[in-house]
């Protein structure tokens, strides 16, 4: 409130000055005298309008009213003797004129400068606002850096905080001892890396654990953008390096951070407009600083990309980065510590096990697992319960990997009978082929863009994929299109992005993993990375008859794909049936349930009171749950206000304890001074007895 109030006095003083100095300027205007011509001056006198007049040696001024007008003498002998004769001594003798012999007073210079000097005044302090509030004095300080320097204030993150990365921290703890004891490395001739490069996919925790290495070394720790360097203005985010390397030098030994490198670290002529471009300066003067002619000792670099396949190949050589750190997504044991550490403020449900979280979550990364364990948190306070059970995990699970189930969605029977078939089919594909994902949820609840999805889930992690997995997933892609045809005796539209996933797949299996017999193991496919300075007008690396056997070969693999799928199908259709029937019914079937109706345990109808029921039990413990955690809230609403209300007490008791100690010092006070007035009274009285 005082800083709005500052800012809006501050607006109002500039206000106030600008405006003086237009009303100044404008009264300035108002008070001088304006020349008049000639004829002007002689119409005046006829007209018998000139009250005073003037009379000097170049110049006639007449005032009139309020004003003064004044002629100056194009002919002074004849205009001045003319006039005066005419007009000025008549008027001056009939008393019709008054004669001022004094100079007439005009508009000082200083007055007249005064709304100059106020105006430049107003822009002054305008610039000095400028330059002081704006951006805490920065305001036309583009060269300076941006970077926040941390020292240690607030809470300290360390390695410990850091669940997961055992090799990666391991790395990164050279850092941190070099930083504490430099002595034992220089002893030996050894030199710590000048920098290191965090690389891995987004979520993954470089940022993260980065910020634990600083708080590991106890060092300062100046963290900025890549993005933070370059700007509109030339020069500015080379300027931007220079004060960044000025101020760790300053603070040496320090860690200096830079995220997002790639945004200034691009490889030089990669685009059309030349290299002398703003941001190549800015990597031309980071190439400088970090190993230039310049000493940067007890300054250590880090920095984090997920695109390092496009740095410049200077800022990855020995001496500036010396090492790229790979960070990658978490294995099953690395998911479960990560469980662990986000679940601490979290209270779980009895069946929920970290261990079988982990389990089911491959490929997320560590962000992605605090998202899910925060939309389970939200779901469970939406329905006003105390703990986190499974069933809020399975749906946060879903929700993060599909969107939102949107049940309000109006759906014809028509298409909830073609989505239940078509997510039928490729669940029946997934089951039947061997060696292939279990599947983990069927459902046709829109969701996000789908209108429905068949969800599996891995065994174990992988690190490579096979020629056989490529295969059959392709045969589970078509899984749905192929179940439309059998079934529906037509096809939609439904199963557009299942084909293009399967021609992608192909398409890579012949031009990139090279698991084509016809083509053989050669690499054809096109760089993903887009530098219209090097590839602009540049050709495909194979010729026009190799492109056509490519396309043969992707078409041959999906053709021979569909034609295995078809026979899965064909064999499989009562299953797709009892499957397809039960989607209709329930709309949503877990892992479990599809392996009851595949196997024959379960029918459709079966699996529908089954699911009534369950969901009828689950009604009643969510409000149960609810009832027990309104109970709780009341009570402890309730212990609050006893609390408050005992307060309360106490404190009027102890105000009325107060004001009885008050009235009885007042007493006292009052019984001593009237013992002295007494006293003092007695002694008067004998002093005047003593005085007879």
């Known amino acids: 409130m005082k800083r709005f109030a500052k800012n809006i006095t501050i607006y109002i003083v500039i206000f106030a000055m600008v405006l003086g100095g237009a009303l100044l300027y404008k009264g300035s205007l108002g008070t001088s005298n304006q020349k008049v011509k000639f004829s002007t001056m002689v119409q005046y006198f006829e007209q018998g309008k000139v009250k005073s007049v003037n009379v000097d040696e170049n110049k006639i001024t007449a005032k009139i009213g309020e004003k003064k007008y004044v002629y100056t003498y194009s002919n002074s002998l004849i205009d001045q003797q003319w006039i005066f004769e005419k007009y000025i001594s008549k008027g001056i003798a009939s008393n019709k004129i008054g004669y001022d012999p004094k100079e007439p007073s005009s508009t000082g210079f200083l007055v007249q400068l005064l709304p100059t000097i106020v105006m430049v005044l107003a822009l002054g302090f305008l610039f000095y606002l400028m330059m002081n509030q704006g951006g805490n004095g920065k305001a036309f300080q583009f060269g300076k850096s941006k970077a926040k320097m941390y020292k240690g204030d607030g809470k300290t993150i360390t390695f410990a905080d850091v669940a997961g990365l055992k090799e990666e921290k391991e790395e990164l703890e050279e850092v941190?001892?070099?930083?504490?004891?430099?002595?034992?490395?220089?002893?030996?001739?050894?030199?710590?890396?000048?920098?290191?490069?965090?690389?891995?996919?987004?979520?993954?925790?470089?940022?993260?654990?980065?910020?634990?290495?600083?708080?590991?070394?106890?060092?300062?720790?100046?963290?900025?953008?890549?993005?933070?360097?370059?700007?509109?203005?030339?020069?500015?985010?080379?300027?931007?390096?220079?004060?960044?390397?000025?101020?760790?030098?300053?603070?040496?030994?320090?860690?200096?951070?830079?995220?997002?490198?790639?945004?200034?670290?691009?490889?030089?002529?990669?685009?059309?407009?030349?290299?002398?471009?703003?941001?190549?300066?800015?990597?031309?003067?980071?190439?400088?600083?970090?190993?230039?002619?310049?000493?940067?000792?007890?300054?250590?670099?880090?920095?984090?990309?997920?695109?390092?396949?496009?740095?410049?190949?200077?800022?990855?050589?020995?001496?500036?980065?010396?090492?790229?750190i790979v960070i990658g997504i978490p294995d099953v044991k690395g998911r479960e510590e990560i469980i662990r550490v986000h679940a601490k403020d979290k209270p779980l449900g009895e069946e929920v096990s970290p261990e079988i979280l982990a389990r089911r979550t491959p490929g997320f990364t560590p962000a992605d697992l605090e998202n899910l364990l925060n939309e389970a948190a939200l779901i469970a306070a939406r329905r006003n319960g105390r703990k986190i059970r499974m069933a809020e995990i399975e749906e946060a699970t879903t929700k993060v990997i599909a969107g939102p189930a949107k049940k309000s969605r109006v759906i014809s029977e028509k298409e909830r009978k073609l989505t239940a078939y078509h997510e039928a089919g490729h669940a029946i594909v997934m089951r039947t082929t061997p060696g292939a994902d279990p599947v983990h949820q069927i459902t046709i609840i829109p969701r996000g863009s789908a209108g429905g999805f068949t969800m599996s889930l891995p065994t174990e992690d992988r690190s490579y994929g096979t020629k056989k997995e490529m295969e059959h997933e392709i045969q589970h892609l078509l899984g749905g299109r192929v179940a439309e045809a059998l079934t529906l005796d037509d096809i939609s539209t439904g199963a557009s992005n299942d084909i293009q996933r399967a021609t992608q797949t192909a398409r890579d299996m012949v031009t990139k993993y090279g698991f084509s017999d016809a083509i053989g193991p050669v690499n054809y496919s096109d760089s993903e990375d887009v530098f219209l300075g090097r590839d602009y007008g540049k050709t495909k690396a194979y010729s026009e008859g190799v492109a056509a056997e490519i396309d043969i070969e992707v078409k041959n693999i999906i053709q021979e794909a569909y034609k295995e799928t078809e026979r899965i199908l064909t064999e499989n259709m009562d299953k797709l049936e009892v499957v397809a029937q039960a989607l209709m019914k329930v709309e949503t079937l877990d892992g479990e349930q599809f392996e009851a109706l595949y196997t024959g345990k379960l029918n459709a109808d079966e699996l529908e009171e089954q699911v009534r029921n369950k969901e009828d039990e689950i009604r009643r413990q969510n409000a149960a749950e609810a009832e027990e955690s309104r109970r709780i809230r009341e009570e402890e609403e309730r212990k609050l206000a006893e609390e408050l209300a005992k307060y309360d007490t106490d404190y009027l008791d102890d105000k009325d304890d107060k004001e009885e100690i008050k009235e009885a010092k007042e007493a006292k006070e009052a019984d001593v001074k009237k013992e002295v007035d007494v006293k003092t009274d007695a002694e008067d009285a004998d002093s005047e007895k003593d005085g007879e």
Do not use: H, W
């Open 176 to 324: 941190v001892d070099f930083l504490k004891d430099p002595r034992k490395y220089r002893e030996l001739g050894a030199r710590i890396p000048k920098g290191m490069l965090l690389v891995g996919p987004p979520g993954t925790g470089k940022t993260y654990v980065s910020r634990a290495t600083a708080g590991e070394a106890g060092v300062p720790f100046f963290t900025i953008s890549g993005s933070d360097f370059v700007e509109m203005f030339v020069g500015v985010g080379a300027s931007r390096v220079r004060d960044l390397f000025d101020q760790a030098k300053k603070n040496a030994p320090c860690i200096i951070f830079i995220d997002e490198i790639d945004a200034v670290g691009r490889k030089r002529g990669a685009g059309l407009g030349g290299g002398n471009d703003e941001r190549e300066q800015t990597l031309n003067q980071l190439l400088v600083e970090m190993d230039g002619f310049g000493e940067n000792s007890g300054i250590i670099i880090l920095a984090a990309t997920n695109r390092p396949d496009i740095l410049d190949p200077a800022l990855l050589r020995p001496g500036r980065f010396d090492r790229q």
